[in-house]
């Protein structure tokens, strides 16, 4: 028989401790402190009646929406991603993600919200490790490799980060999940922020799309926005 040839590989990257990482699911990985809530339990303690407190703390206010379902983790991604891969393991169709950005900073847990202020906890919620720093690399390369495993054959996946990160990010998802499952890069520009003196002001993020195969699901209707529309009053009849 002729032996097939092998296709290349491509863009690769390499740093210390990255050969142990296999991303693969054991029966022993349940071993965490993180913890799991009902989204419609969750709902049910805030759902209030016309003299309650809405879920946004303001008073007299009636909560009228639909009520969600699902989970919701608190703890380690990769603990959550390893347990949900014993249970929907090539069954996913869809993940967004909002990793750490590699800022090299330390981010600390907020209290409050709604009527009342933010204040800190004094808490560490996590570190964020520079992206240039090989743990930020084992991070997102194991995770990258869990959510291989959790979609489906027409599974997707859209990554949102800032350009910190968007060089190492793009090509570990190449080398995950293959540079013929990038389907776009999706940029994201906004006005909010200060204005730097030293540099072009850093006003945007990409958000990296992938397909795992050619049947993912995408209706084009669902975004389409008139040519001739405004951005800024939304008015579809300004003269272009």
Aim: proline share 3%.
């Amino acid at each position: 028989m002729k032996k097939q040839e092998k296709k290349p590989l491509g863009p690769r990257l390499v740093w210390e401790g990255k050969d142990k990482i296999t991303g693969f699911v054991r029966g022993g990985d349940e071993v965490s402190t993180g913890v799991s809530f009902d989204l419609e339990c969750l709902y049910g303690r805030w759902k209030t009646s016309s003299q309650g407190v809405g879920v946004d703390g303001d008073h007299g206010g009636t909560v009228d929406r639909l009520s969600p379902s699902g989970r919701l983790f608190l703890g380690d991604n990769r603990f959550w991603l390893r347990k949900l891969c014993h249970e929907f393991a090539g069954g996913v169709d869809l993940i967004y993600m909002d990793p750490p950005y590699g800022t090299g900073t330390t981010r600390e847990i907020l209290r409050g919200g709604g009527a009342r202020p933010h204040v800190h906890a004094g808490k560490t919620a996590f570190t964020d490790e520079s992206a240039h720093e090989g743990s930020y690399m084992d991070l997102m390369y194991e995770v990258f490799l869990l959510c291989r495993q959790l979609l489906s054959s027409r599974g997707q996946i859209f990554v949102h980060v800032d350009g910190r990160a968007s060089g190492i990010i793009r090509v570990l998802l190449d080398e995950v999940l293959g540079g013929a499952s990038f389907r776009n890069e999706i940029v994201w520009h906004y006005g909010s922020g200060g204005r730097a003196k030293k540099f072009y002001a850093r006003k945007s993020d990409s958000i990296f799309w992938y397909a795992k195969g050619r049947r993912y699901i995408f209706k084009p209707k669902r975004i389409a926005t008139p040519r001739n529309r405004c951005s800024l009053c939304g008015d579809t009849h300004v003269a272009r």
